[in-house]
C-alpha cells in the first residue's frame, strides 16, 4: 500500500552471456519502480525471446524462464501503469516484428501529447495494440521515412514531448535515450567487456557492475560491436528538469541519480529541515524507508538521538486480503509496527518524506500515542503537495491533497500532532547539487516545466479490458 506509486523501471544489457539472468538481477533491483507487471526480451542472434507477465519479477521469472530468454543482449521492465490501463498487454518492454527493423522498446515517465499523436497516427492508419503511450514511440519510429535506424529514432524523439528515459534494443544495439529537460534518471555501467544501461545505479551494484555516467538529457548511448557512442538528438537546454522528488521518496536511498547518492541528499534534507522546523524532543524516529535518511539528518542537527520507532513489514503480497472492518487501519498496521519501548513516556520528531491525503499520517500518530508517546512532532522532508505530476507518477487527483483543503495549521489539528513542520521549496531546493533551475517542482510549486495539455492518465483507454 505505497502512497504515491512509482512509474517504471528500466535495464538493458549488451554482450554478455549472461543478458537475461544479469536483466532479471537488474529488475529485481528497480522493482520499487513498478510492481504490477515485468519483462524481459532478449536477443540470441537469431530470435527475439521475450517473457511478460502480471506482477512482481520474482513471482514473473523463475529459472526456466530465464534460461530459455537466449542471448548476448536483453532489456528489461517494471511498470506502475501512469498511463492505460495495468492490463497484461500495457506490460513492457513492446516489440515490433518488422523485418526491416524489429524493434524492443521500453519507457519510464509519461508524454505529454499523447492524445494528439494518437489521433494523428490512427488519422494516418495506425492500429495500436496497447492503451500505453510507449507504443506512440513505436509507431513514430517505423513510420519515418529517414533511412538508419538513427534517423528514425531521432525523427520520432523530436515529435514527443513530456518526460521519457528510453530503453531501446535492435538486432545488434542496446540504446539509452533521455528526454531534453532530464525529467527521469538513466545510467550507463560497465563490467569488463560488457555494458549497461539502469534507470538507477542500484541495479548496476547488484551485478557488479561499475557506473560510467548517466546519459544525459537529450542524449541518445548507442552501445553496440564498437563500444559506446553518444548522440545529441536536442540542442543542450538551459534548464532541466530532474525530478526533485526521485531524491526526497522514490529512487533507493543507495542509488546515485543526477550524480548524487540519494541517502545523501536525504541525510542533508533532514539537516535543513531540523534547521526550519526544530523541536523540543528527546528522540528523533524515522518512517521506514524514505523517511529514515532524513531522520539521521535531523538527529544529527538536532543533536538528539535517532531512534529505530517503527518497523517496516517488507513481505506483503500484492494479493494479501484485509479484513473489510477498518481496512485502512489494519493496511497500516500491517506494514508498519512501532516500538512501544522506544517512544513510552518520549517526546518524539517522528520524521517523514511527505503527506498525501493524511489518512495513514493520522492513524500512525494515533498509534504512537497509543504505545505512550507524550508528545508527537511531525517533521516533513519537502514541501505540501498541492499538484499532480504529468511526468510519470501517480498522484491522486489534487482535490485530495490534504494541503489544498487545510492550511498546515489545520493539518497539524487533523493529524493530531503537537507540532508540524513542512520543508520550505527553497530550502529542499538547495540541498541538491545542481542550481535550483534544473529541477522540477511542480507538485510543490504548480510551475510545470513543459506545458501541460491533457491530464487525463486514461486518455489512450477506450475499452477498459
Ligand atoms: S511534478 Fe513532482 S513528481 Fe512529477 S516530475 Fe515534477 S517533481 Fe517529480
Redesign the pocket.
Known amino acids: 500500500m505505497r502512497r504515491i506509486k512509482e512509474y517504471c523501471g528500466l535495464f538493458g544489457a549488451y554482450n554478455t552471456s549472461d543478458a537475461s539472468l544479469l536483466t532479471f538481477l537488474g529488475l529485481y533491483s528497480l522493482q520499487h519502480r513498478g510492481e504490477e507487471s515485468c519483462g524481459i526480451i532478449s536477443f540470441d542472434g537469431t530470435t527475439f525471446n521475450a517473457h511478460l507477465g502480471m506482477g512482481l519479477v520474482s513471482e514473473v521469472f523463475d529459472a526456466e524462464q530465464i534460461a530459455k530468454l537466449k542471448g548476448h543482449q536483453a532489456i528489461g521492465h517494471v511498470r506502475y501503469s501512469t498511463t492505460g490501463s495495468s492490463a497484461l498487454r500495457n506490460a513492457q518492454p513492446l516489440f515490433v516484428d518488422s523485418n526491416k527493423l524489429p524493434l524492443a522498446l521500453a519507457h519510464n515517465g509519461n508524454l505529454i501529447n499523447s492524445k494528439e499523436l494518437r489521433e494523428s497516427l490512427e488519422g494516418k492508419g495506425a492500429i495500436f495494440q496497447t492503451t500505453s503511450d510507449s507504443e506512440l514511440i513505436l509507431h513514430l519510429i517505423m513510420r519515418s521515412k529517414e533511412k538508419s535506424t538513427e534517423g528514425k529514432i531521432i525523427e520520432a524523439l523530436k515529435k514527443i514531448k513530456g518526460?521519457f528515459s528510453l530503453v531501446l534494443m535492435t538486432k545488434d544495439e542496446v540504446m539509452g535515450i533521455r528526454d531534453p529537460m532530464g525529467?527521469r534518471p538513466l545510467c550507463i555501467g560497465k563490467k569488463d567487456e560488457s555494458l549497461f544501461v539502469a534507470s538507477e545505479s542500484c541495479a548496476l551494484d547488484l551485478i557488479g557492475a561499475q557506473r560510467i555516467r548517466e546519459v544525459e538529457p537529450g542524449e541518445i548511448v548507442i552501445i553496440n560491436k564498437n563500444g559506446l557512442r553518444s548522440v545529441k538528438y536536442t540542442e543542450p537546454k538551459k534548464k532541466y528538469?530532474f525530478?526533485?522528488?526521485?531524491h526526497v521518496y522514490f529512487s533507493r536511498p543507495d542509488s546515485m541519480v543526477f550524480g548524487e547518492t540519494v541517502h545523501l541528499v536525504r541525510e542533508k534534507l533532514g539537516r535543513q529541515l531540523a534547521f526550519e522546523h526544530p523541536a523540543k524532543a528527546d528522540i528523533v524516529i524515522g518512517v521506514p524507508d524514505s523517511g529514515t535518511s532524513a531522520a539521521l539528518g535531523f538527529a544529527r542537527e538536532s543533536g538528539l538521538p535517532f531512534e529505530v520507532g517503527i518497523i517496516r513489514n517488507h513481505y506483503i503480497g500484492r494479493t494479501f486480503i484485509q479484513p473489510q472492518q477498518e481496512k485502512r487501519e489494519f493496511g497500516v498496521k500491517l506494514k508498519f509496527n512501532i516500538l512501544k519501548e522506544v517512544v513510552k513516556g518520549k517526546r518524539i520528531v517522528v520524521v517523514d518524506d511527505s503527506i498525501v491525503r493524511g489518512t495513514t499520517s493520522r492513524i500512525r500518530v494515533r498509534s504512537f500515542r497509543d504505545m505512550g508517546a507524550k508528545e508527537v512532532h511531525l517533521r516533513i522532508s519537502c514541501p505540501p503537495h498541492r499538484?499532480?505530476?504529468?511526468?510519470?507518477?501517480d498522484?491522486p487527483d489534487p482535490k485530495k491533497l490534504i494541503a489544498n483543503e487545510k492550511t498546515t495549521k489545520e493539518i497539524e489539528a487533523y493529524l493530531g500532532v503537537d507540532s508540524l513542520g513542512y520543508l520550505s521549496l527553497e530550502g529542499m531546493l538547495k540541498c541538491f547539487k545542481h542550481p535550483a533551475s534544473s529541477?522540477?517542482?511542480?507538485?510543490?510549486s504548480g510551475d510545470?516545466?513543459v506545458k501541460i495539455k491533457c491530464a487525463d492518465k486514461f486518455v489512450l483507454e477506450r475499452v477498459k479490458k
Open positions: 518526460a525529467f528538469a525530478c526533485a522528488f526521485e499538484f499532480g505530476c504529468f511526468y510519470g507518477i498522484f529541477y522540477c517542482n511542480a507538485c510543490w510545470y516545466p
